[in-house]
């Protein structure tokens, strides 16, 4: 059921939150709404979102294009923009931008977005692929899409493994959550799309997270939710574990998982700033783990996370030398890499995802010879 509530209006609302410091940093982004937040930490060390972008005047979720933001430290947001919309889509007319996912292999970024050929059609039945140099885009889309026809073609997520191999998983609707390898290229499917086993209660909005050797599945259950399940394969089977959030009350709930600066975020939008449920806004809030590796469901705050830092180390090109300091039990070559949470994670020369080394304790590095790449280094 639709709300319009008639609250303040969004450029009022930032007024406000510019105007008193006790404002609460939930939502994150309030100079447009966003929704659907794909969230990720790229070589740069900083934190880039991939969201949809609800109009100022919707009145349903009629999307046009998407915008891509990046932070430091989770509070101050750079808004980069347009990175696409749906008159750059190559393979005919479309409607409905909905929630996009992003990628990072070979130098390049890949922006996974779903559309509808139909403007009749209420939910997207094409998923395709457009290519940029830089996080932000823009982004090139493909000649034709890389799946067709719903409910496969259906809120894209895209999870590259420690092993290199990519997967994407999209979807919707009771048993209707799908998975396929992705070849190299990331514009082609390695195979036909598989149902996925085990998450009865699925209904949209999938996202994949791997903590240790664990593979956790999140998805919108139905009723604005989100619940988990776990599995030891990518590809499944899960096993349900339950709720991660609550209802947020705008009928949709849908999020992501990543790891930055040492801790665990999730990402998910409400409707709070709009009090619609078609004009929602993404908020941030922390995820924690029990001894069995289990996450315990996460209570929505108005105050988000608060700013996060993580020590940078600039990096000199004349320097020749790889250094390795501080607790770990193996080394790690001389290879580009970043730093996720508290995991060392290694590309080959080119920008390909190796395995990451041996040891589980925080790495300091410093790395040489590559100017695009900083050193972000986790505290305990």
Known sequence: MRRRLGLLSLSAYSLLIAASSAMAANPIITTIYTADPSAHVWT???????PSHDRDNAQWWDMEDWHVFSSSNLVNWTDHGVAMSLSDVAFGPSWFAWAP??????????????????????NTNRIG????????????SQAAP?????????????FIDTDN???????????SAFVAKLKPSMTE????????KGLSDFWEGFWMYKRNTTYYAMYCSGHDRLHYATGSSPMGPFAQKGGLLAPVGCSTSHGSIVDFCGSTYLFYHTQDLSGDQFKR??????????????????QRTSAGVGPVSCAVSALKPAETSLEIIGKTSGACPRRKFDITGRT?????????????????????????????????????
Do not use: H
């Open 165 to 175: 191999q990519a997967y994407l998983y999209c979807g919707q609707g009771p048993d």
């Open 344 to 380: 060392c994670v290694f590309y080959d020369k080119n920008g390909d995802r190796m395995n990451a080394g041996p040891g589980n304790g925080v790495y300091i590095l410093t790395r040489r010879n590559v100017p695009a790449l900083r050193v972000f280094i986790a505290r305990n």
């Open 146 to 158: 890389l799946v067709s026809g719903y409910p496969r073609g259906f809120d894209p997520c895209v």
């Open 281 to 298: 806004s993404v908020c941030i809030d922390k995820i924690t783990f029990n001894a069995d590796g289990t996450m315990r469901e996460v």
């Open 44 to 50: 740069d060390g900083k934190l880039w979102l991939y």
């Open 129 to 140: 692929v457009a290519i940029g140099n830089n996080p932000q885009g823009p982004f090139v």
């Open 189 to 196: 499917l390695e195979g036909r799309l598989q149902p996925i």
């Open 101 to 122: 996912d992003c990628a990072y292999r070979n130098g390049k970024y890949y922006f996974y977005f779903p559309v509808s050929v139909d403007q009749s059609f209420g």
